[in-house]
């Protein structure tokens, strides 16, 4: 079955940083991943979806990239702020699925 | 943005009582929802698919006689945990996905509702 890793479960870096989270999966490639935030007690909100055959997407401070051949993802976040502390959570789906979510990354940026 | 609330938000139950959590689309309808389980400090684990109009599809080791979902309307799911024990207790999150986008549309969470055994 897929197993989806995301690099550590906390990450603190400095405020005016840019944090690099990382969304690992072992099985074949999803044909959509997305990123969402979790803030505690509440739930998931999206940010981006990325396809197979995209490369990377942006929005404002965001940037995700996709790269099926490390089977990888990688979110950023430019120059970080307090308040992107949160947990991040990347999801895999494959056609025809619903989908799978994983064990996300707790974001601490430090003034 | 698409909104989905959830209520109750927190619930304090007795051991034996069943207890239905309510999750409505506001402003889009939803011909799928989902519903989650979530234990503190890990991720989301997806508990059933919940359709219109018909029964919910569960994922492998989810009671559907402990966890009822039934979707009458395009605009509301509900979860009855019936019998609710101890172990029951945990955060549980629906989402919806606009009917007007494919499979692939962003889900709209609702805000989780926790609920705790005695």
């Known amino acids: 079955s897929q197993k989806i890793e995301q690099n550590s479960e906390a990450l603190n870096i400095q405020e005016g940083k840019t944090a690099t989270l990382t969304c690992n999966y072992t099985?074949?490639?999803?044909?959509?991943l997305q990123w969402y935030r979790q803030d505690p007690g509440r739930g998931p909100v999206f940010l981006l979806l990325?396809?197979?055959?995209?490369k990377e997407k942006r929005k404002e401070r965001l940037k995700v990239t996709f790269d099926t051949t490390l089977k990888q993802s990688l979110f950023h976040i430019t120059a970080s702020q307090p308040a992107d502390s949160a947990t991040y959570l990347c999801?895999?789906?494959?056609?025809?699925?619903?989908?799978?979510f994983g064990p996300g990354t707790r974001l601490s940026v430090l003034p | 943005g698409a909104v989905v609330s959830q209520h109750p938000s927190r619930v304090i139950c007795k051991s034996g009582t069943s207890v239905k959590i309510e999750c409505r689309s506001l402003?889009?309808?939803?011909?799928?929802m989902f519903w989650y389980r979530q234990f503190p400090k890990q991720s989301l684990m997806l508990m059933a698919t919940?359709?219109?109009?018909?029964?919910?599809?569960?994922e492998q080791g989810v009671e559907k006689d402990k966890f009822l979902i039934n979707h009458a309307s395009l605009t509301l799911s509900t979860l009855t945990v019936t019998s609710a024990h101890p172990e029951d207790s945990s955060f549980y999150i629906c989402?919806?996905?606009?009917?007007?986008?494919?499979?692939?549309?962003?889900?709209?969470f609702g805000e989780g509702s926790r609920l705790t055994v005695l």
């Open positions: 989402s919806a996905r606009d009917r007007g986008q494919g499979w692939t549309g962003e889900l709209f």
């Open positions: 099985n074949y490639s999803p044909a959509y």
């Open positions: 990325i396809r197979e055959n995209e």
């Open positions: 999801a895999l789906a494959y056609y025809g699925q619903n989908f799978v």
């Open positions: 402003d889009f309808q939803a011909t799928t």
């Open positions: 919940s359709n219109e109009g018909s029964k919910a599809t569960y």
